[in-house]
């Protein structure tokens, strides 16, 4: 009995059909350009591209542009209140470091970096790509990329 | 020929379903508390503030309780920077101000509040109540809020 109306029955309910939905999110989908500085930086400098590129998060990379550390806004208003000379502060000391960096890969589940944004309590995490070297940055999801994806369910036809 | 399984078939896609599904989420359903500063407080205090209670945006109140300005993490790294004595500034100096803020009800649907973080590019909405004094602040969404909901409606079994 299955109704000739363009549409298959396939028996399954509206909250089974949006979690299937959900699964073919992929980070790729939402993904954003990353915006990196040098590990050498001053956490000065840091500030200014953070206001310059309008990001939330930078993320710290080495000379050999691997993925060294992760810099939050709430870093740098940590580091600004402690009184220090900022130009002279090296980011390295103040940004959280591997291993200790949430990361993901652009063949991810959008669901499940979303969780671990929220587990983690964090804003952002680094898209990925291994290499012998190490982690090379070629994107990033924060919850801006979620709110984006959130906005475009609603908006479906 | 409706099928006998259990479920009604509507004729529906998938993703209309799940648009249906979307329509039925409110502010009420993921709002969480908001945290107030009054404004005479110094930008010093704000700070402190912001990190004891680990927000992003602080909301600021008038001495009737009444919304006047909202400050985030952004607007508190500015003013840092600025080399100003941040604990004789106050923050009625540096906050965004009514009637440049975006509100939300708690009955509004959280896509449309979502919509409006990613159009006006902010990271949280009060949620007011309407009084003869002007704007009582009852809540707050946030990027985090809609990260959340989104991570539930991967759940859903």
Chains 1, 2 share one sequence.
Do not use: H, W
């Amino acid at each position: 009995a299955r109704p000739r109306v363009g549409y298959f029955y396939t028996g399954k309910s509206g909250d089974q059909l949006l979690s299937e939905k959900l699964q073919k999110i992929l980070v790729s989908d939402y993904q954003s350009r990353p915006v990196v500085v040098n590990e050498n930086v001053s956490v000065y400098d840091a500030i200014v591209t953070m206001f310059l590129e309008d990001v939330g998060t930078l993320f710290v990379v080495d000379q050999n542009s691997i993925l060294a550390g992760v810099l939050s806004r709430k870093d740098l208003l940590r580091a600004s209140l402690g009184n220090q000379e900022l130009s002279a502060l090296p980011v390295n000391i103040i940004m959280t470091r591997m291993p200790n960096i949430t990361v993901c890969r652009k063949e991810d589940l959008l669901t499940d970096v979303a969780m671990k944004l929220i587990d983690r309590q964090i804003d952002a995490i680094p898209v990925i790509r291994e290499t012998e070297a190490g982690f090379e940055v070629i994107g990033r999801i924060t919850k801006t990329s979620i709110t984006r994806a959130f906005v475009s369910l609603g908006n479906a036809e």
